[in-house]
């Protein structure tokens, strides 16, 4: 079980009963005040060749849009560069038929992985594509029940039910049929779908743009919104389930909902590097990973840890997903490519 975050207090200036100095010596005392605040206590402000032997860096200058873990191979999808393939036992780019493949827009937005060697990927502007042994099949509004083209997001069920998360509603697609759910044949509460988890129980989560969280029922769901619920604000970024809890964001705030009922974490009452949270994974020994708008930050048996692009390896200071393999390494796509990290050393 992990343990729960620790807090830190908030930082207060204390107040001097000297007497002033001049305005002069004032601003130059002010000038270091600000400057030391900005350095957090972190032993990588200079970081040394065997700390940067932690990182990893692939594919720079292309943001990783989403990632998904084969056996061998972990898979991501780009803004630019379309869909590449990273080899785990030799952590290099992989180059395949899916390199070959023209993508009308090359924008990808998810993949995930099926129990039959084969991929979904989600574009842009131009639907879904399937890729497998058999090559590439495109799914569109046009040769589909598709109700949209811009595929926000997707998640593969235990029973094989591909989910996916347009700006038109939920769809469901099971043996070759497209189903779509939206505000007029079902309770979802908003039709433009951010992000979709199945559960360990496998019940189905959707997080919506206006419409808050909801576990999802064709026939009744359950609401947690801003007014019913901790939630500030209805949109939701992520959606994850870890350690016997239930991990999500919303626009400017992070929460978990365990058997003890819901928490709020922000970078006022936390350690946290920004309200602006994208994702989240835990690793193998239990530590929590936050993807943030403001760098990597890691909370650790209680300890908080903050990376940014200039204490670290990191890419980019704007940290879009987090995947957490096997061997304990963290792939980390960012704003300006891959990298990967182990506080052990990176594993082949």
């Keep these: 079980m992990m343990k729960p975050l620790i807090f830190s207090s ?21 000038g270091l005040v600000l400057f030391t605040s900005c350095v957090p206590d972190d032993p990588l402000v200079n970081p040394t060749p ?14 990783i849009t989403d990632l998904v873990d084969t056996k061998d191979y972990v898979w991501l999808t780009t803004k630019r560069n379309g869909l590449r393939k990273v ?16 993508w009308p827009d090359d924008a990808l937005t998810s993949v995930v992985a099926t129990n039959r060697n084969r991929l979904f990927i989600g574009t842009r502007n131009h639907g879904l594509a399937r890729l497998g042994p058999e090559g590439l099949t495109r799914f569109d509004t ?25 700006f038109a509603g939920l769809v469901a697609f099971r043996d070759g049929v497209f189903q779509t759910y939206h505000l007029h044949n079902s309770d979802l509460p908003d039709d433009n779908i951010r992000v ?47 350690a016997d809890k239930m991990w999500t964001a919303s626009f400017h705030h992070l929460y978990h909902l365990d058997a003890g009922g819901w928490q709020k974490y922000t970078a006022q009452n936390s350690d946290l590097s920004s309200n602006y949270v994208n994702d989240l994974e835990v690793d193998l020994l239990g530590a929590v990973y936050l993807a943030t708008h403001e760098g990597l930050t890691i909370e650790r048996e209680g300890e908080w840890t903050k ?7 990191l890419l980019h200071n704007i940290v879009e997903r987090v995947l957490v393999d096997e061997r304990n390494n963290k792939w ?15 594993k082949r």
């Design 332 to 346: 980390i796509g960012t704003y300006r490519g891959l990298v990967i990290y182990n506080e052990a050393g990176i």
């Design 142 to 166: 046009h040769n589909s029940d598709l109700p949209n083209n811009e595929i926000r997001c997707l998640e593969m069920g235990q029973d094989g039910t591909l989910w996916i998360g347009t």
């Design 87 to 102: 080899s785990k036992k030799t952590l290099t780019l992989v180059d395949g038929p899916h390199t070959q493949v023209t």
């Design 196 to 242: 979709i988890r199945e559960d360990p129980g496998g019940n189905i989560w959707v997080g919506t743009q206006t419409g808050g969280l909801v576990q999802f029922d064709p026939t009744q769901s359950t609401l947690y919104q801003s007014t019913n619920s901790i939630l500030v604000d209805n949109q939701i970024r992520f959606i994850t389930f870890a």
């Design 50 to 63: 065997e700390a940067l032997g932690q990182w990893l860096p692939l594919l720079e200058q292309d943001t």
């Design 10 to 30: 908030p930082l207060r200036l204390a107040r001097s009963s000297a007497s002033p100095a001049p305005s002069f010596l004032r601003f130059v005392l002010l």
């Design 307 to 313: 990376y940014y692009n200039w204490n670290s390896g």
